[in-house]
């Protein structure tokens, strides 16, 4: 299969995406956005201490997506088509006891994210009878305060609205993008604070997921100076609801629930990279000690790897091909195309906006101007009309006035003629 695929033989090589391409064409949405749910979803089924391993190390299975796209072009749906069409081994219906899936989490602050995973729940004291049991059963304590509020260790946060984002993260303090960048790599996740409170997960003790609609005129916190110094860009997937959708093949016909396979877990450690992943791995982090990569490409490669674990858990295995690789760059192409649409209407937007601030400076600056010859030349009429009524005079001769000042006499007098009424502040 080449290393490039044209995106019809990508969305048919597959039942899950020839099945989402299927659900996008009659829904009339772009497959794109259902693949990224996909994707989060698959992830989220992965054990929280299973990772990616390849020569230069490991890397947490944790994703960034952004789903971007004019207002009402269905970034939103796209959660719900994948939630009500593909059932995952987490929300199966035939099988209860694996059920864990609890949808989805609306963030309040990056602050308040680790306090999403744990919930607050002491052992009681020696001699004060049995100790509480957890919420859910096997699920084990963080520390003895603090248990895990989900089996897997797992979250998905979900900014159904960019501005949402923008506007907590203009909070003084807030750090919710350095949050993202922390979660998706898998590092320590909190705050210890002074008073003895806060949470703090430790490394790789997690799984973590954050999805963000936006779109693409509005997605300046995500783009802005630090976001990319940071490396912000690579470690998203940005999917475009505009692309490859179907006008002429919507219809009204039920589409059938796609299952995804479940994996027995026992015994798997992590996903190991194939040798052409490693000498991929191995070159990028060359080419990186060489100054040749940009902060934008510093985790991309990374990235492709953890699309390529996701194509393996749709397909039931625990083992990496050379198809999930190349299918995982089909992704990154898309992204990449995406995150460059996103960048430049954000440029533009950026060019119309100092257009506008520079009008609107010229014209504070004319009126300004305007609202100085006037204060000038009612200042030279308040300084004839004194001069007049203190010599009895109907006339004054230009001397009366400073030599600054006597090119407005004459607008100053005719202010006078057509306001016989107005007298000088006192």
């Known amino acids: ?3 490039k695929k044209l995106e019809a033989q990508f969305w048919a090589s597959r039942p899950i995406l020839s099945h989402l391409r299927h659900l996008a064409n009659c829904k009339g949405q772009s497959p794109w956005p259902l693949l990224g749910w996909s994707i989060v979803r698959a992830l989220h089924t992965v054990p929280w201490d299973v990772c990616y391993k ?9 994703s960034l997506v952004g789903i971007s796209g004019p207002t009402g072009s269905g970034k939103t749906i796209s959660y719900k088509l994948v939630e009500k069409h593909l059932i995952f081994p987490d929300n199966d219906p035939k099988n209860p006891s694996a059920q864990t899936w609890e949808d989805t989490v609306p963030p309040g602050s990056g602050e308040s994210m680790p306090d999403s995973y744990v919930t607050f729940e002491p052992k009681k004291k020696e001699g004060e009878g049995k100790t509480k049991s957890p919420s859910k059963s096997g699920v084990a304590r963080l520390s003895a305060a603090l248990i895990w509020k989900h089996l897997n260790h797992a979250a ?3 900014f159904d609205e960019v501005g949402m984002l923008t506007s907590r993260n203009s909070r003084q303090g807030s750090t919710l993008v350095e949050y993202l960048k922390e979660g998706w790599s898998g590092s320590p996740f909190g705050r210890a604070l002074a008073n003895g409170k806060g949470v703090v997960l430790p490394q790789d003790s997690y799984r973590f997921a954050c999805v ?3 779109q693409p005129k509005r997605a300046g916190v995500l783009f802005s100076d630090e976001a990319v110094s940071g490396g912000l860009q690579g470690r998203f997937l940005w999917f475009d609801v505009t692309s490859d959708v179907n006008r002429d093949l919507v219809t009204s016909e039920d589409v059938e629930p796609f299952h995804i396979p479940t994996i027995d877990w026992s015994g798997v450690r992590n996903f190991r990279a194939l040798e052409s992943m490693n000498n991929a791995h191995l070159q990028h982090h060359w080419n990186a000690l060489d100054g040749l990569i940009t902060e934008s490409e510093s985790h991309v490669l990374l990235t492709q790897a953890i699309v390529a674990v996701a194509f393996a858990v749709l397909d039931g295995r625990v083992e990496l091909t050379e198809e999930d ?3 995982a760059h089909v992704v990154i192409e898309h992204t990449t195309k995406t995150r460059k649409a996103v960048e430049e209407a954000l440029a533009e ?8 601030d520079g009008t609107r400076a010229s014209v504070k600056a004319v009126m300004t101007g305007e609202a100085l010859h006037e204060q000038r030349v009612e200042q030279v009429a308040a300084s004839i009309y004194r001069r007049l009524k203190k010599t009895g005079r109907k006339k004054i001769g230009r001397r009366d006035i400073a030599s600054a000042s006597r090119e407005y006499i004459d607008e100053a007098e005719s202010f006078l003629d057509a306001n016989p009424g107005w007298r000088p502040p006192t």
């Open 1 to 3: 299969m080449p290393s």
């Open 54 to 62: 390849s020569t230069v190390g490991e890397q947490a299975l944790n």
């Open 156 to 158: 998905v946060f979900f």
């Open 212 to 214: 963000i609609n936006t």
């Open 325 to 327: 690789w190349q299918l």
């Open 349 to 356: 937007e950026n060019r119309l906006s100092a257009v506008r």
